[in-house]
């Protein structure tokens, strides 16, 4: 380059610029859409791997329920009259079944299906793209 002096080398001209500038856009976002589907995809899979859990807990527990609560019921009519040692049985099993439910319910809250950094990228983006029109 020694031997090009600067009124040899051309300016690009708007259309040239505008042109580049859309380019350089519309990969802009289509890598935002990118990390957003890659954000939501894990946070899905997430989701699909605590669904999966309730479903074998819920399997679990019904299967539990049912044998637990006959042994526990005719082991406590032995020493009171079989209705309510059904009741007091089906009572402790409701209660363990709405802290269970509590639960689960806490931990779905804990769940963003929010693509946090693909908006906070996006408006790093809009900032830098005001920033250089102005």
């Given at each position: 380059?020694s031997?090009?002096?600067?009124?040899?080398v051309p300016e690009?001209t708007?259309?040239?610029?505008?042109?580049?500038?859309?380019?350089d856009?519309g990969q802009?976002v289509?890598d935002e859409?990118q990390?957003?589907?890659t954000?939501?995809?894990?946070?899905v899979r997430?989701v699909?791997?605590?669904?999966?859990m309730?479903?074998?807990a819920?399997?679990?527990a019904?299967?539990?329920i049912?044998?637990?609560s006959?042994?526990?019921?005719?082991?406590?009519?032995?020493v009171?009259?079989i209705g309510?040692?059904f009741?007091?049985v089906g009572?402790?099993?409701?209660a363990i079944?709405g802290?269970?439910f509590?639960?689960?319910r806490?931990?779905?809250e804990?769940?963003?299906l929010?693509?946090?950094q693909t908006?906070?990228?996006?408006?790093?983006?809009?900032?830098?793209?005001?920033?250089?029109?102005?």
């Open positions: 380059m031997g090009m002096s600067p009124e040899t690009p708007l259309g040239d610029l505008f042109s580049e500038l859309s380019r856009f802009l289509r859409v990390l957003a589907k954000e939501v995809t894990e946070e997430g699909a791997r605590a669904g999966g309730f479903g074998a819920a399997f679990a019904v299967t539990a049912l044998l637990l006959f042994a526990a019921a005719w082991g406590l009519a032995e009171m009259p309510f040692a009741l007091i009572l402790v099993w409701t079944g802290v269970a509590f639960l689960g806490k931990q779905m804990s769940v963003n929010k693509p946090e908006i906070e990228t996006i408006q790093e983006d809009v900032q830098w793209a005001k920033q250089q029109t102005s």
